[in-house]
């Protein structure tokens, strides 16, 4: 399984630990737990977001929608 990056903060957002960044991670949690799944790893740096699930369908769908937002 691979590990999804978006760059998608401004560049302070530095921490996984930084408010909008908290945000953003508890959103994927609660779609994880839709999914039957779990968040296994969320990495921020710079501004660019990275993370994984345990859910091969899960992480197709979110490809699928950054593909569409293209």
Same mark, same amino acid.
Request: aromatic share 8%.
């Given at each position: ?8 903060? &401004?560049?302070? $957002? ?11 991670? @508890? /959103?994927l ?11 296994? &790893?969320?990495? $921020? ?11 091969? @369908? /899960? ?12």
């Amino acid at each position: 399984m691979g590990i999804i990056e978006v760059d998608m903060f &401004s560049k302070d $957002v530095d921490d996984p630990q930084h408010p909008v960044a908290e945000s953003f991670r @508890e /959103l994927l949690t609660e779609v994880a737990e839709q999914y039957c799944c779990n968040l296994e &790893s969320f990495e $921020v740096k710079r501004g660019v977001v990275s993370f994984s699930f345990d859910s091969d @369908e /899960l992480m197709a769908d979110i490809i699928d929608i950054l593909h569409i937002g293209d």
